[in-house]
C-alpha cells in the first residue's frame, strides 16, 4: 500500500506557472505508476498525465501537452507535475494517484487533492 501527499497548489494568475509535488510513503515507490488527475467544479475526475516507473513512458491529456510536464524523483519518492502557460479553464483540484498497472484506467490509490485556481 502507499500513502500519497499533494502539496503546491494555490492561486495564480492566467499564463503563470505552478509546480505540484506529490510524495508518496512505502519502499516499493518505483514499482507504480503515478499519474495526476483533476477534478473541477461539478465535473467528474479526468486524466492530466502518467508516468512510468522508469520515467521513459509518459502520458499527457490533449489539453495540457506542451505546457505540463509530470517527472519522477525516485530518491525522494516524489512525482511532479510542472504547470506552464496556466489558463482559467485549468482551474480543478489536482489529484495525485498510484496503479500497479494502469493509472490512467486503473487508478488503485489517491491523494487528498490540491485546489489550483487560474484567474485570468
Known amino acids: 500500500q502507499v500513502q500519497l501527499v499533494e502539496s503546491g497548489g494555490g492561486l495564480v494568475q492566467a499564463g503563470g506557472s505552478l509546480r505540484l509535488s506529490c510524495a508518496a510513503s512505502g519502499r516499493t515507490f518505483g514499482t507504480y505508476t503515478m499519474g495526476w488527475f483533476l477534478q473541477g467544479p461539478g465535473k467528474e475526475r479526468e486524466f492530466v498525465a502518467s508516468i512510468g516507473w522508469s520515467s521513459i513512458s509518459t502520458a499527457y491529456a490533449d489539453s495540457v501537452k506542451g505546457r505540463f510536464t509530470i517527472s519522477r524523483d525516485g530518491a525522494k519518492n516524489t512525482v511532479y507535475l510542472q504547470m506552464n502557460s496556466l489558463k482559467p479553464e485549468d482551474t480543478a483540484v489536482y489529484y495525485c494517484?498510484?496503479?500497479?498497472?494502469?493509472?490512467?484506467?486503473?487508478?488503485?490509490?489517491w491523494g487528498q487533492g490540491t485546489q489550483v485556481t487560474v484567474s485570468s
Open positions: 494517484a498510484a496503479s500497479h498497472g494502469v493509472v490512467r484506467t486503473t487508478p488503485e490509490y
